[in-house]
């Protein structure tokens, strides 16, 4: 490991960081969806029901859950890639599914006209885009 106090020390302990940071936040969130996809279905119909979405709501459900699983997988490997070896690529197309999934989510409470619940997802739109410019390095 890097001597964390120089730059390039800072750049990847910020890579683990972030990296770690997408996995937890989309393994967990993809995770319930699987383990109570039924409340979830539930709650989420109620929520669309008024939008032009909500007739497609099982559907989108089982999109987002697997965009989620797959940036929270790719993350996670991804920021043990980066700890043991320094490497990361699969971190950074974790990052990328990552704002893919969160644009995904957006969108979602934008055509439910749940604007508060679209404000919250925008801090973690700017962390994923900045794992992704600090992923590339």
């Not at 770690?20 to 995770?31: K, M, N, R, T, V």
Request: glycine letters at 8%.
């Amino acid at each position: 490991m890097h001597n964390l106090h120089t730059t390039v020390g800072a750049i990847h302990g910020m890579q683990v960081f972030a990296s770690a940071f997408l996995a937890i936040l989309f393994l967990q969130s993809g995770i319930d969806k699987v383990v109570d996809r039924r409340g979830n279905l539930e709650w989420l119909k109620g929520h669309f029901a008024k939008s032009p979405l909500a007739g497609f709501v099982p559907a989108l459900v089982t999109i987002i859950t697997l965009l989620e699983l797959v940036a929270g997988a790719l993350s996670a490997v991804g920021c043990l890639l980066i700890f043991l070896r320094r490497d990361s690529t699969f971190a950074f197309y974790g990052a990328i599914a990552s704002a893919f999934a969160i644009l995904a989510l957006f969108f979602g409470q934008r055509m439910a006209k749940d604007y508060p619940g679209a404000a919250t997802l925008v801090p973690y739109f700017l962390l994923a885009l900045a794992a992704i410019y600090l992923l590339a390095m």
